[in-house]
T-cell receptor, first 111, second 115 residues
Framework: SQKIEQNSEALNIQEGKTATLTCNYTNYSPAYLQWYRQDPGRGPVFLLLIRENEKEKRKERLKVTFDTTLKQSLFHITASQPADSATYLCALVPGNTPLVFGKGTRLSVIA | NAGVMQNPRHLVRRRGQEARLRCSPMKGHSHVYWYRQLPEEGLKFMVYLQKENIIDESGMPKERFSAEFPKEGPSILRIQQVVRGDSAAYFC?????????????FGSGTQLSVL
């Protein structure tokens, strides 16, 4: 069956360090993969999209990689800040159906 | 340009009542998606609509749930004869086009509590 797995439910890191979140998928061959941020009581907010032929995508302190051989995407936040604390969701489109989301990783950046 | 507007933010219903959740997409967006999120669970796709059409309802329970997106007015997610298991956050999202590279714009959700 098709699965999207974000391997950590929760991740705690020290302020200033780099946070690395993992998204693995099985039985999909997505052309694109997206990352969203969700704060408590709010809807997800789009952060980055990466195409299958892009190895890496950057936006300010964020970096996403996409390895279609490993079926994995890594999401990095460099120089993390307490304001980065949130749940981060990866998502992809499995063919003709709308966006499918992983369960998310709850990141806590400790000052 | 207002974002995706959902109302109400919180809705309390007793078992057996009906719940109506409303969603106004962003201006210029004709594609609407409904997702449900349970505590500690991910977002689960329910239904995808365009104006006056249901495109994909593969995630919608077969009974008691229905959705519409009329020519005029907001999209409505309707849950009849609610049960405790329907308690969840319901999110609406919109996009200007459909496709694998289209990002979704989400509303703040409606938290449904069934007593």
């Amino acid at each position: 069956s098709q699965k999207i797995e974000q391997n950590s439910e929760a991740l705690n890191i020290q302020e200033g360090k780099t946070a690395t979140l993992t998204c693995n998928y099985t039985n999909y061959s997505p052309a694109y993969l997206q990352w969203y941020r969700q704060d408590p009581g709010r809807g997800p907010v789009f952060l980055l999209l990466i195409r299958e032929n892009e190895k890496e995508k950057r936006k300010e302190r964020l970096k996403v990689t996409f390895d279609t051989t490993l079926k994995q995407s890594l999401f990095h936040i460099t120089a993390s800040q307490p304001a980065d604390s949130a749940t981060y969701l990866c998502a992809l489109v499995p063919g003709n159906t709308p966006l499918v989301f992983g369960k998310g990783t709850r990141l806590s950046v400790i000052a | 340009n207002a974002g995706v507007m959902q109302n109400p933010r919180h809705l309390v219903r007793r078992r057996g009542q009906e719940a109506r959740l409303r969603c106004s997409p962003m201006k210029g967006h004709s594609h609407v998606y409904w997702y449900r999120q349970l505590p500690e669970e991910g977002l689960k796709f329910m239904v995808y609509l365009q104006k006056e059409n249901i495109i994909d309802e593969s995630g919608m329970p077969k009974e008691r749930f229905s959705a519409e997106f009329p020519k005029e007015g907001p999209s409505i997610l309707r849950i009849q004869q609610v049960v405790r298991g329907d308690s969840a956050a319901y999110f609406c999202a919109s996009s200007p086009r459909q496709g694998a590279r289209e990002k979704l714009f989400f509303g703040s959700g409606t938290q449904l509590s069934v007593l």
